[in-house]
């Protein structure tokens, strides 16, 4: 910009200089043009005069009959020398013109040939003018597409962090969950412990009791002792087995705090695993962002250790779905009754219960509909399996237990 300014101050000054030659120029034709003029007036008044002088001695030889010689001979003279001079001053103006004309020449010529130089620096500006407005142009076009570009990152970047937020929220729920059911599994092994506790202490005593007892009757009654004894020997077997219970129930709740921390580490694993998806009804799904027949999607999903999903809780993967997608979007399902009309099966085998079907779903319509899709008028649908839907992959995961 600098430059193109720098560019048109030089230009301004050069077409200044190249309007005040031509004014000069205009100038000297206009004062040779007025000399001209001039010097023709005073010709013409001249012989206006001389016609005057000849129509006056007519007149006065008509009235006088003779005029004197020597008087017309002296006005002869007079004209005759200021015709001489006439033909002077017009010499001396010619010469004029021409020392002008030379004088001016080379300037006029020299400002010329700067105004040629001048009009073609001229239209080289103008081009590079035009061709910078042209490069302007380009970057701010350039510059809005980038604009729009932008804002279109950014509102991916805020879906995803959106879904993401919603994400962690019902991750943070499930850990909120298992840690308040943590507590209470533990209040309830202190509880066990406490009470086994007791049971040993009752046993110490009953064990006390015994031998004090056996001790009375066999200083009291030396007869039945045997048969006491028996019963004290039996007593003592009876806490031996509730001791081995005990030992048994202690063994049992160790052996399910360990399944229980095995747990909460295969719990972390699949959250770390589910990230891109969500979890409804402990189960992790992903939506896919292409579109395939069911076959398709099938085998897909299996490409990335997943499976078509077999859905733990249907309604809340329908709200979800109808939440994040609206109406209009359908997916597939790993539902389908291939095997025998109307009798519908997941593809992992689990029970096929409730499926919160759409108004007069599954009809079968054509007689090709066997495939399980969702979010069709707000409910699920049979749909044709070579139509080509976007679907929900499962990612196999190991079991809980």
């Not at 600098?2 to 048109?8: L, P, V």
């Not at 100038?27 to 005073?42: F, H, M, P, V």
């Not at 045997?226 to 039996?234: C, D, P, V």
């Not at 799904?285 to 099938?298: F, H, N, R, V």
Request: with cysteine; aromatic share 6%; glycine share 6%.
């Amino acid at each position: 910009i600098m430059e193109r300014g720098t560019s048109r101050v030089s230009r301004s000054r050069w077409t200044y200089l190249l309007l005040i030659l031509i004014l000069v120029a205009q100038s000297k034709q206009e004062t040779a043009n007025g000399i001209e003029t001039t010097l023709q007036e005073l010709k013409t008044l001249i012989l206006g005069r001389l016609d005057d002088m000849d129509q006056k001695l007519l007149r006065m030889d008509s009235k006088c009959g003779q005029v004197d010689t020597t008087l017309v001979e002296v006005i002869k003279g007079k004209v005759e020398n200021i015709e001489i001079e006439m033909v002077a001053i017009g010499e001396r103006s010619s010469h004029g013109l021409t020392f002008i004309d030379n004088a001016m020449k080379g300037p006029v010529n020299d400002a010329k040939e700067q105004g040629a130089a001048i009009l073609k620096e001229i239209k080289q500006l103008k081009q590079k003018s035009d061709l910078f407005d042209y490069t302007i142009n380009t970057l701010i076009l350039n510059n809005k597409q980038m604009s729009s570009k932008l804002d279109s990152i950014d509102n991916q970047l805020n879906r995803t962090i959106g879904s993401l937020t919603y994400n962690d929220n019902i991750i943070i729920e499930e850990v909120q969950l298992l840690k308040e059911g943590d507590k209470s599994f533990t209040l309830l092994v202190n509880e066990i412990k406490g009470k086994v506790t007791n049971i040993e202490h009752e046993i110490t005593a009953i064990g006390e009791r015994s031998s004090h007892a056996i001790t009375l009757i066999d200083n009291a009654m030396q007869g039945p002792v045997n048969e006491i004894k028996e019963q004290g020997t039996s007593i003592l077997k009876e806490t031996n087995l509730i001791k081995q219970k005990s030992d048994m129930l202690l063994l049992n709740n160790v052996q399910k705090e360990a399944k229980l921390e095995k747990i909460h580490q295969q719990l972390n694993q699949d959250v770390a695993r589910c990230v891109g998806g969500v979890i409804l009804g402990y189960q992790c799904l992903k939506y896919s962002q292409e579109a395939a027949d069911w076959e398709t999607a099938k085998a897909a999903c299996a490409s990335n250790s997943s499976r078509l999903a077999s859905l733990a809780d249907p309604d809340a993967v329908l709200a979800y779905t109808i939440g994040k997608y609206g109406t209009e979007e359908q997916f597939w399902a790993g539902g389908h009754d291939t095997g025998k009309e109307g009798n519908w099966e997941w593809i992992n085998g689990s029970p096929f219960d409730h499926i919160p079907w759409a108004e007069n779903e599954p009809n079968n319509e054509a007689g090709d509909e066997n495939c399980l899709a969702i979010n069709w008028r707000r409910g699920y649908n049979d749909a044709p399996c070579t139509h080509k839907l976007r679907y929900i992959c499962e990612p196999v995961l190991a079991p809980y237990c």
